[in-house]
């Protein structure tokens, strides 16, 4: 997954995720929308942790790779 698109602050406008159907999903409720959802948790820039939800909080985020993740 990467941001192919981002505004000037660096909120996210684009991502292509990388797989078998190679989808592109643009404007930021979807990406939030896609990038939401329960069982995880979200690291937010002040350094608490909150429960993931049906929205992102946010489209400013970073996309790190660990290991095979």
């Not at 000037?8 to 995720?17: E, S």
């Not at 930021?28 to 929205?55: F, M």
Request: charged letters at 30%; a positive charge; glycine letters at 14%.
């Amino acid at each position: 997954m990467e941001v192919t698109k981002s505004v000037p602050g660096g909120a996210a406008l684009q991502i292509k995720v990388s797989g078998e159907l190679g989808t592109v999903v643009d404007t930021e409720n979807k990406i939030r929308r896609a990038l939401g959802g329960s069982g995880y948790e979200i690291k937010k820039q002040d350094g608490t942790a909150v429960k993931g939800s049906r929205l992102l909080p946010s489209a400013f985020f970073k996309v790190e790779k660990k290991g095979n993740t």
